[in-house]
């Protein structure tokens, strides 16, 4: 055994994989942050966005490496093939999607998590304390009471579907988790807005109920659920013997950022015995705002909210995050014992819930360390004046929209999302999108409304100002202008945009 053992080492310059020269990956590591930190720093010196080449795209093809690469040629491919073509959310002429610009501060927040490499799913140890910490604050913003539980996800898409399996606990009761849905869960019947997330449709797909158990309802000139609707429908389904048990409202929906009536949906639910949860992926966090806030009257009484911390909170990807109000119905649509996790009295295993009792993941990351230091590091209130200034961004622009005559906007600006046209056709828009995006100059995103091709803004990013809005409206005249043959207007691009 001795002769194997030294017989494998002899192949290996060591048997740990960390640096043989740490002074020298020392250097190595201060150098890559210098230059991460220049990237933001300078990030308006940059496209927001440009075609990934055939060249760069080809050569990540290649097989699998079988020897050893000195780490500097590794980061030198990641600084010239990786990082120029990344999605450009760190931009602030990014306005896609909803996607948050991140932080400095999450950035080292997010170093340091890897440097610990702490597993969440369970255990004793202070980092399940920070994520604790999280969901009291949590809890307190939202007015749940103090039996309520939370988890980091991956994103509210994971935190959607987590909601219909608590609710469908709820409803079928824990012995479903055995036996499976069977006939009563074929009967269960869930309901969200026309306008809702198509993650609601692939949770109810995933939990097992099927996505015809989904009733899409229609959607008020505000593009709000239909309440009244709502509760005909809820009566029908229980008429022919169905089993209403879940209705999902949205905080900020996807297409133009409307908030459902959270109060009369949350009144109808305690009248019908329904589960009502809350899709709130960027717009939950209004409530940190004391402007916006109103509008999310009524997510108090929630019995469960889905929301995204990389969105609106500027934390780097990935930070969902699932609040639930009764934190016993959670554990019980989740927790599984098992030998391997037995709980002890006191060492490392001591605590009774641990996370992995509140989702499907035993494995864990740190996702709340950088939540925690963006939240400690600028406070509620300065995140919540950052939410509002983005919604101010979102009206400039509208009115940049309305004094245009060769612009048409197709929908009510709710929050930070317009979604407006250039006066000619769908065709002529969709090329239009993909001219701003190739010119590196801004990002927007596109969806249908009413039959109509729509640019749609969805203004995210902390970074983002009136100058990015203006670059915005100038590229959509030039490249519409273009498309159409009209009069030529002078616009303004960045340096590189312009290359």
Known sequence: MNEIIRSTQAGVTGASLDPQDWSEFRALAHRVLDETIDSIANIRARPVWQPIPD?????????VPREATDLADVYREFSESVAPYATGNVHPGFMGWVHGGGTAVGMLAEMLAAGLNANLGGRDHMP??????IVEWMRRLFAFPESASGIFVTGTSMANLMAV???????????ARQHGIGNDGALLTAYASKAAHGCISRAMDIAGLGTDALRKIDVDADHRIDVAALRAQVAIDREVGFKPFLVVASAGTVDIGAIDDLKALATLCREEGIWFHVDGAFGALAILSPELAPLLDGIELADSIALDFHKWGQVPYDAGFLLVRDGEQHRQAFAQPAAYLRREARGLAAGAVWPCDLGPDLSRGFRALKTWFTLKTFGTDRLGAVIARSCALAKYLEARVLAEPRLELLAPVNLNIVCFRYRADDAINREIVADVQESGIAAPSSTTLDGKFAIRAAIVNHRTDETDIDALVSAVLEFGTRR?????????SPPLAAQ
Not at 55 to 63: I, L, M, T, Y
Not at 128 to 133: C, G, L, T
Not at 484 to 492: F, N, Q
């Open 165 to 175: 399996l608590v609710a469908r606990t709820s409803a079928l009761g824990t012995l």
């Open 55 to 63: 060249d760069v795209r080809a050569s990540f093809r290649a097989d």
């Open 128 to 133: 399940i304390e920070v994520e604790r910490q």
């Open 484 to 492: 159409c043959g009209d009069a030529l207007i002078e616009t303004e």
